[in-house]
Structure formats: structure tokens, C-alpha cells
């Protein structure tokens, strides 16, 4: 049960979330079996910024004091509607035989436990960005970066999203099986996945598997390259195969990197033509993923001009490799 604090909390945070649809994107609701939620006010392109939210505080990967400890001496910190805010995050595992309202330290730990993500050298707290839900593989519509120049994160849709739309979010490797994300899930988050990809009739879920794992195996196959075990023609063979994949599976995380990679072996084999356009391709979906300003993007569209630039060029022996254009 939830402890006074947290009672209090809630209808304190409840009375501030009446939702803005003109300015924001996205309003807090109540969603059957799942709790809280964002659904999208209005439809939603492919990139949008949705949210940039300064942490309620971070904490250091390694610590040598006692967590509870540290957590509760940085929410004393806060002001009320912070820690009301705080407090009103949901969370799991907390111990059967303890009292909430009797181990406030124990709840605040558990909430922690629950909703923190990496910021940086640290793991910080974000409450708006902790209300987005999870979604398996071609679920899941939003994806989160950590600036570290701005000290912020940075929430951006990787797909359209229509208006009353659910934001998902992925909280695992998204490319495992439908067991293996389960299983994840009930351990750390303490729900089983009942997403749009977790709950297909069985026949559609194995093909579903399928395709994850050899989107997975050629994601190892493409990176023996670096180890010089396959030609710079084979490597991009493998990133072409996974970007088909992909689109089958409506998989389109971490495309940006994927295509960076892809323009760093065209560099390194000095394929000129090749070079520009995976990094025209990087550009675009860094777009989609950090965002138009970010860092990546400048750094790819700097390429896309000069690829001779890229700090790879000619390591390699040269050989035209080819760019996406041949899938």
C-alpha cells in the first residue's frame, strides 16, 4: 500500500497536472492496468522535441555512503512541490514485511530504484519523462537522450504519433525475444508486458522473434569488421540487411548510429560517394533522435560536405563499398 506521504503527494501532484493541451504535446492520464501515462494532446511528427527536463537530482554510479541515506539528504534538499512530485512516482519491490509510512527512507530508495536513468556519469531522476510507459521493439514511439552541455534530457518521437496516442518508451534491449523482455521486465519493473509487439497471437510473435535475433546476429557480424574479419563490401552488406530487418519489424531505434557506423567504414575504405550518403542518412535520423541541433548531426552533415574529413578516411584500403540506396 501506499504510504501518507505518498497519499499526500499524490493529490498534491494530481492538482497541478490538469494538462495544457495548447502548449504541451502530451497530458498525464490515468490508463487501465498501467497506472499513469502520457497521451499525445495532438499528432505528432517524427522528431518532434516533446519534452527537456532538468533532473530532480542525480546520484553517482559509485557511492560509498549508504543510498537511502544520500537519496533522502538530496530530497531534503527540494522544495515541496518537488518532493511531492518525488513522491508521487510509482515503484516496485518494496519489502512485504515493511510499513511504508514507517520507512519513508525505504520508499524514497524504492522510487528511485524504479525511475532513475542515466544521466551522464550519474543516474538522475526525471518525473515527466518517468510518466512515459514502455513498448517493446515496433512499439515504442519516443526515445530519451542526456545532454551533458545543457544537463538536461531530451525526449523526442522516433515515429508520427497521432493525437490520444500513448508515448512508449523502451526499458530493455528491445531485441530480445518476447520471453526474455518479459522476464526482464517482471524482475526490475515488476509488470508483464502486454505492448502492441508482446501481445500478437503466437505465430506472429516466433516471427516477430525471428526477425529480432537476426537483426541481433547481424548486428555481431557487422561489427567483426573492426576486427577485420570481413571486407568494408560485406560490413555494409550487413547494416543494408538490418535496416530491411528492421522496416519489416518496425524497429527504427538507433538508426542514427547505425548509419554513422556505416559512413565510418565507407571513410575508412575511402568510398567517397558512400561516405555522403550514410551520412546524409545519420543526419536524418539523428534528427529524429537527438534532435536537428544536436552534436551528431553537425558532426554528420560536416561529412556529408567533405567526406574526406571523416576521421576514418583512407585507413583502409580503398574499395567502393556502396551506400542504403541498394537495398
Not at 527540494?78 to 516496485?92: A, C, M, P, R
Not at 496516442?165 to 523502451?170: A, V, Y
Not at 548486428?219 to 568494408?232: K, L, M, N, T, V
Request: proline share 3%.
Amino acid at each position: 500500500d501506499d504510504s501518507t506521504v505518498q497519499k499526500s503527494a499524490r493529490k498534491a501532484e494530481e492538482a497541478r497536472l490538469t494538462p495544457d493541451t495548447h502548449t504541451s504535446p502530451f497530458f498525464v492520464a490515468d490508463l487501465p492496468g498501467k497506472g499513469k501515462g502520457l497521451l499525445a494532446s495532438r499528432d505528432i511528427k517524427q522528431g518532434e522535441l516533446l519534452l527537456r527536463e532538468k533532473p530532480l537530482f542525480v546520484v553517482p554510479r559509485q557511492i560509498s555512503s549508504s543510498p537511502t541515506a544520500l537519496i533522502a539528504g538530496l530530497l531534503a534538499q527540494l522544495g515541496q512541490d518537488e518532493q511531492d512530485t518525488f513522491y508521487n512516482l510509482s515503484y516496485v519491490h518494496f519489502p512485504k514485511h515493511l510499513d511504508p509510512d514507517m520507512h519513508q527512507d525505504q520508499v524514497a530508495l524504492a522510487i528511485f530504484q524504479t525511475n532513475a536513468v542515466a544521466a551522464g556519469d550519474g543516474v538522475g531522476i526525471f518525473p515527466k519523462m518517468a510518466r512515459i510507459n514502455h513498448g517493446c521493439s515496433s512499439a515504442f514511439n519516443v526515445v530519451y537522450t542526456w545532454r551533458e552541455k545543457e544537463e538536461a534530457l531530451f525526449v523526442h518521437a522516433l515515429k508520427s504519433i497521432r493525437q490520444g496516442e500513448e508515448l512508449l518508451t523502451s526499458y530493455t534491449n528491445s531485441k530480445r525475444s518476447r520471453d526474455h523482455r518479459r522476464a526482464f521486465l517482471v524482475e526490475h519493473y515488476g509488470f508483464e508486458c502486454q505492448c502492441s509487439v508482446c501481445s500478437l497471437p503466437e505465430a506472429e510473435s516466433q516471427a516477430s522473434d525471428r526477425r529480432l535475433e537476426a537483426i541481433s546476429e547481424e548486428y555481431e557480424r557487422f561489427a567483426s569488421w573492426g576486427q577485420g574479419r570481413i571486407s568494408g563490401t560485406d560490413a555494409i552488406a550487413h547494416v543494408r540487411k538490418i535496416w530491411q530487418l528492421e522496416d519489416e519489424e518496425g524497429y527504427w531505434s538507433e538508426r542514427g548510429r547505425l548509419a554513422a557506423d556505416a559512413a565510418w567504414v565507407a571513410a575508412a575504405h575511402s568510398d567517397s560517394a558512400a561516405t555522403r550518403e550514410w551520412a546524409q542518412v545519420a543526419a536524418e535520423w539523428y534528427t529524429y533522435e537527438v534532435g536537428g541541433d544536436s552534436e551528431q548531426v553537425a558532426e554528420m552533415e560536416s561529412v556529408a560536405l567533405r567526406p574526406e574529413s571523416h576521421a576514418a578516411w583512407g585507413t583502409h584500403r580503398q574499395l567502393n563499398v556502396g551506400g542504403l540506396s541498394l537495398v
